[in-house]
């Protein structure tokens, strides 16, 4: 958001003061002052400065973009591996054109896939702006594929990379100089291509350039091309092929390879010859980075090209794991972390933590690229058991991934660990469930379980393991359920009383009906428990006819079928005379009557305005209307809510 730098009201007097700096957020998201950065700029005024937030930026008013003629600072928030200007083929990233200076500056962009006559990537005409960190990668234009300065230009590019750009007419593929004078330092010109001439960097028409501490390299088809009249000054420079002047070289710069943030990663190896081979009277500016965002200088004197070589932190592994059994004092063997430098100058780096528990020796050093023995050790005195983590911090400020952290993990004594702490049964005859018990921590585990429902069978209920999986199987015991509402529960209370997280709770639930009950004689008759159980038709077999045998589940309770039976010796109706007696028997009874059937409630609905019957005149109704109809000839569409 805008945020004011300096507080000064801007009154105009015979001699106005000048305006606070403000800085102006632009963030495609929406989150920023301005969505785009054309938007951004022309907001600004001299002195501000235009942060550009992390994303890609498309679309008309994030390409072409120019400064209006304005001192000011545009530049991205994380640099060029976050902040991305993609012109889509449409057009250019900046034009420069209106006698900007050197205090208007672009930093930290990667502009890529533009298009245009003139500078493709950026186009600087009777202008001079500095232009430091950014990635100018994968642009095209007729003159000057990456950069094209014309007109008097004289643009500062510093610590750019300039790379994979195409000229398809005159110029040069990565920057091209017509009557202009840039200056060019600690830059990587690499891989630019144009079918005659210069890949890398053309001087034309009374041009007149400044190179130094830069990379020329496998450009195509020269490096360096100066036309008649024109001018270079090329010093500590490594540019294949060689080019005269002090302190150049003409070595293979050892870029690291193809997976960088930038396509090819144009970063240095600790064994390139552009190390510490820059201009040794080189100061940095205060605050001045690399390309890649790293500090410069490390080591005394400058590296040749965009990135400046930092020691690289490299561990031996990120995580560590003691184990004991559980008794006080007991302390596990020690283990060894390696750490070594993977870059480039020495890694001096030293460790950090805040454990009690945890020894680190050495917890300082220094690597040229031989690797470093710290051993890691515990003293468990005092010292609850369970798991227990710490992370140490490895640290050197010039290192290129600093900090790097390393996680260690004591597990002091046995821990439970249960595949699942619920279990959910549903049915009158469910499957069995099956638990499982491990040791996570040291020692070994001796577990049991402890429970009070007697109709859940846990087998076994007690083992040990020193990391293996136990098996426990679950069960239920319908025989052995009382007559309570359908949805039991319990728990079980895993134990160890030397396990750092003992004792842990599994709940297990099981809902016993979903629509069926096999009924007994004394439940059949409580209806109470029948509406708990959500009136199960099955509920109503012949048992509850008390002296019947029984026959088969009530399909057809709801239809008339209040008995569950078969009448009749050969026709076999389900509804008839027995079914009506029933009905009759249960007449006008509610549901507190201690006598009412709920195999007579055939509609499941209560009749009545003030009286609520259960069995009225609605469940006769049915019987009437399924009188000595057969099975084939009933609705069978039970249940029926309530």
């Not at 009383?497 to 842990?504: C, R, T």
Request: proline share 7%; net charge negative; charged share 20%.
């Amino acid at each position: 958001m805008r945020t004011a730098v300096l507080t000064v009201m801007c009154i105009c007097f015979s001699l106005p003061l000048p305006c606070a700096a403000e800085t102006i957020a632009v963030d495609a998201s929406g989150a920023g002052d301005y969505k785009t950065i054309q938007a951004g700029i022309i907001a600004a005024n001299d002195g501000d400065t235009v942060v550009v937030a992390d994303g890609t930026y498309t679309g008309a008013a994030n390409r072409n973009i120019v400064f209006l003629g304005k001192a000011i600072a545009v530049t991205s928030e994380n640099g060029p591996a976050n902040c991305i200007i993609d012109c889509l083929g449409a057009s250019r990233g900046f034009l420069i054109d209106n006698s900007e200076g050197p205090d208007s500056i672009i930093k930290g962009f990667t502009i890529m896939n533009g298009l245009a006559s003139y500078g493709g990537g950026i186009y600087c005409a009777g202008s001079s702006p500095t232009i430091i960190n950014c990635v100018l990668i994968g642009n095209e234009a007729l003159v000057g594929g990456g950069v094209s300065c014309r007109n008097s230009a004289s643009p500062m590019l510093k610590s750019c990379i300039i790379a994979g750009n195409v000229c398809t007419g005159i110029g040069a593929g990565g920057i091209d100089s017509i009557n202009a004078g840039p200056a060019i330092v600690n830059c990587t010109i690499a891989d630019n291509s144009r079918l005659a001439n210069a890949g890398g960097i053309r001087l034309a028409e009374n041009s007149n350039a400044i190179v130094t501490n830069c990379i020329l390299w496998g450009d195509s088809p020269d490096e360096v091309f100066v036309e008649s009249g024109s001018t270079v000054s090329v010093t500590y420079s490594d540019v294949q092929g060689f080019w005269p002047g002090e302190g150049n070289i003409a070595a293979d710069p050892c870029f690291t390879g193809w997976s960088g943030v930038f396509g090819k990663d144009y970063r240095l190896r600790g064994d390139s010859p552009c190390v510490d081979a820059g201009d040794p009277n080189y100061i940095p500016e205060p605050d001045e980075t690399d390309v890649y965002g790293n500090s410069r200088v490390i080591g005394g004197i400058v590296e040749i090209g965009a990135y400046e070589l930092h020691p690289v932190i490299e561990v031996s592994a990120a995580d560590f794991v003691f184990s004991t059994s559980g008794l006080d004092g007991e302390n596990p063997p020690g283990q060894q972390l390696v750490i070594r430098n993977a870059g480039g100058e020495t890694l001096n780096w030293h460790i950090e933590h805040d454990c009690d528990w945890l020894t680190v020796e050495p917890d300082s050093g220094s690597s040229d690229g031989q690797p470093n023995e710290v051993t890691l050790s515990v003293d468990t005195s005092g010292l609850v058991r369970g798991a227990h983590e710490c992370s140490i911090t490895i640290l050197d400020p010039n290192a290129e991934n600093s900090p790097q952290i390393v996680h260690v993990q004591l597990l002091h004594g046995p821990i439970l660990e249960l595949s699942d702490n619920f279990f959910g049964f549903e049915g009158s005859n469910p499957p069995e469930h099956f638990l499982t018990i491990r040791n996570a921590g040291g020692g070994i585990l001796n577990w049991r379980i402890d429970y009070d429902c007697n109709w859940l069978t846990v087998e076994p209920d007690s083992g040990s393991s020193t990391g293996e999986p136990d098996e426990i199987i679950l069960s239920m015991d319908m025989s052995l359920l009382p007559p309570t509402p359908p949805i039991y529960n319990c728990s079980l209370t895993v134990l160890d009383p030397y396990a750092g997280n003992s004792p842990q709770l599994i709940q297990v639930e099981w809902v016993v009906l979903r629509g069926c009950f096999p009924s007994t004689p004394e439940y059949a008759r409580q209806y109470a428990d029948w509406i708990a159980y959500g009136m199960p038709d099955c509920w109503c077999n012949s048992q509850a006819i008390v002296g019947r045998p029984p026959t088969r589940l009530g399909d057809y309770q709801c239809d008339g079928d209040a008995d569950s039976r078969n009448e009749g010796v050969i026709t076999k109706y389900r509804v008839s005379l027995i079914d009506i007696i029933y009905i009759i028997d249960n007449w006008k009874k509610k549901m507190g009557d201690p006598t009412l059937s709920p195999c007579a409630d055939v509609d499941h609905k209560a009749e009545g305005v003030i009286a609520k019957y259960r069995v009225g005149l609605n469940d006769l109704n049915i019987v009437i209307a399924n009188w000595k109809k057969k099975d084939r000839a009933l609705p069978g569409d039970c249940p029926r809510p309530e």
